[in-house]
């Protein structure tokens, strides 16, 4: 947790190649100040400078920090740095310790621990999770349909207690987990052979077990029905379509019956479901309305909620507002904003602070989800706004190819077209806005602090992208090669000035930048520390503020942080 200028920011971490997973809390500080140590009163570390030349199209660039890059983490000098630079962190710190654990303690009272999941009916079987009170991983569990001759129905409940099926754990997470700092399900999946027998297959987040599912995200095809899943003005929806009898030849997809949804933004992902039924599951889910389980007649149109999560703490979802707006590009393109607040609290008169945050690469949408350890935000009066920007994919390809490559720069203007509209607007003020990025949304606040850096109030930079051009040039490094297809390859001329004019580190320069934190993690694989550590260090010799700038290097982690649903709190998961 860390305290920028009035505001508690809680560092909430994600997981990807360069790819997003949550959100950073900012929180309002209370009365800290008092055991707060001013950043006037402590001097930050200071980095060597060893001058290094990088030439190439008769272009050249200094980097005064290169040596920071030690790709076997090991060189005394490096690991001093970092050390200082989270002692500096931690002296700032220290007077927000009580705060951060009244935060923590909040932020986990509101989940219910001992819990079970919505039960997918395959075969003759319920499949399920199960949490335990205590226990940091889940349990995979099936129990058997009691009445297994009967058709499926939505109305179907899976029985529980002293009369019901006996309970099989399939896979205990809690026993796999032992003696591992980090250990994460990437994949799980449920076969059931001819004769039914039953297989398991799961994969780890390094690809080491046996099975890696594919995610159906267009299509789901059924004995009887066609489900597709698209986007309208970057929100998704569900069509069903009846197939006509075997034998009968489809003539084209007609009279489609689309499933209506509560919220005006909102986030719908497919579950698994049987290829023979005609219950459709799917889970849904807004930045007010926690993550629900339904079954979806498709020949009737009934939908039936079988399962939410409970979240517990007094919450209810008739305090809070979602709307989405329109903020509109330099090139007049409309940008999608989903915002969230807390209508008691929230005047609309600029007052309120407000947390936007973005991402916009790789075609990943970043839907309006829920998100229980955001309610610490909202719940203090704080504003939390999404920016969907070009080089996502919430308004289809075209969106994403124009956030890419040659026109990657229309990521890091909608982004501040977006912080326009909300200070224009009275969401809030400068003074009062905060943004965040990890990753590659790490980039887009490094670019943008650099374009702008007089429209925010902090920001939060977590494992960010920003040695664009130096990276995307050393193929030894992990992901680079793969990755021009992303970015560009700048041993082309065209793309390394392109690249070289926005890559964050590259356009560091004397003026005045807001509060800013940066993490890392030493062995992150998909953005080395050396990245951030050369931004903090660059941005400590050239900004002419007196404002806070804090590096935070966690010498244990990768890119993915703790992996226990518990103790993953502790870094605001």
Excluded at 298 to 316: A, E, H, R, Y
Excluded at 329 to 354: E, H, N
Excluded at 542 to 571: Q, V, Y
């Amino acid at each position: 947790m860390i305290r920028l200028g009035g505001l508690v920011c809680l560092p909430f971490r994600f997981i990807g190649s360069r790819r997003p997973r949550v959100l950073t809390s900012v929180v309002p500080a209370t009365n800290h100040s008092q055991s707060f140590i001013a950043a006037e009163t402590m001097k930050p570390p200071v980095a060597k400078k060893v001058k290094h030349e990088m030439a190439l199209f008769d272009d050249v660039r200094i980097d005064n920090y290169y040596w920071l890059r030690d790709d076997s983490r090991t060189n005394p000098e490096v690991l001093s740095h970092i050390k200082q630079e989270n002692s500096y962190t931690d002296s700032i710190m220290s007077g927000t310790k009580k705060f951060e654990d009244e935060m923590y303690a909040e932020i986990r009272g509101r989940i219910k621990e001992d819990d079970v999941s919505a039960p997918k009916r395959k075969g003759q079987y319920y499949y399920y999770k199960r949490t335990l009170e205590g226990k940091e991983y889940a349990q995979h569990c099936r129990r058997l349909v009691p009445n297994n001759g009967a058709p499926p129905s939505v109305f179907d409940v899976m029985p529980d207690g002293p009369d019901a099926p006996p309970e099989h754990v399939i896979l205990d997470e809690n026993i796999k987990a032992q003696g591992h700092d980090y250990y994460s399900i990437g994949a799980f999946k449920v076969l059931v052979s001819p004769n039914g027998r039953l297989v398991a297959y799961a994969e780890d987040t390094k690809g080491n077990e046996i099975y890696t599912v594919v995610k159906i995200q267009d299509m789901q095809l059924f004995a009887d029905h066609l489900v597709l899943y698209e986007r309208e003005n970057g929100l998704p929806k569900i069509t069903v379509y009846g197939l006509p009898e075997v034998g009968e030849a489809i003539n084209g997809l007609e009279a489609g019956r689309n499933v209506d949804f509560i919220d005006p933004i909102y986030s719908v992902d497919p579950e698994e479901s049987e290829f023979s039924t005609s219950i459709l599951q799917f889970s849904y889910s807004s930045m007010k309305t926690p993550n629900s389980v339904y079954d979806y007649d498709m020949n009737t149109g009934v939908s039936v909620l079988k399962k939410i999560d409970p979240v517990l703490g007094g919450f209810d979802a008739k305090n809070y507002v979602t709307e989405r707006k329109w903020a509109v590009a330099s090139d007049g393109t409309q940008i999608p904003l989903s915002i969230f607040y807390r209508k008691d609290l929230v005047k609309l008169d600029g007052s309120s602070p407000l947390l936007l945050y973005g991402y916009g690469s790789y075609e990943i949408c970043i839907d309006p989800t829920f998100k229980a350890s955001r309610l610490s935000l909202v719940d203090r009066g704080f504003i939390f706004a999404i920016a969907h920007i070009r080089g996502g994919g919430e308004m289809g390809r075209k969106w994403y190819e124009n956030g890419k490559l040659l026109k990657k720069k229309n990521t890091f203007t909608d982004f501040i077209a977006c912080a326009e509209y909300l200070i224009g607007n009275q969401y809030c003020s400068k003074e009062k806005l905060c943004i965040e990025g990890r990753s590659a949304g790490g980039l887009l606040i490094g670019a943008v602090l650099n374009m702008r850096p007089d429209l925010f109030k902090a920001a939060v930079a977590g494992v960010p992208f920003v040695d664009v051009l130096t990276t995307m040039l050393d193929p030894t490094i992990p992901l680079t090669t793969s990755e021009w297809e992303e970015w560009g390859d700048p041993r082309k001329e065209e793309f390394y000035f392109y690249m070289k004019s926005y890559s964050p580190v590259d356009n560091i320069k004397p003026q005045v930048y807001p509060n800013i934190l940066v993490t890392a993690g030493l062995n992150d694989p998909r953005v080395m520390y050396s990245e951030p550590a050369k931004f903090v260090a660059k941005l400590r010799e050239m900004k002419t503020d007196k404002n806070i700038l804090l590096f935070k290097c966690e010498l244990g982690a990768g890119h993915f942080s703790k992996s226990g649903r518990r103790i993953s709190l502790k870094d605001g998961k």
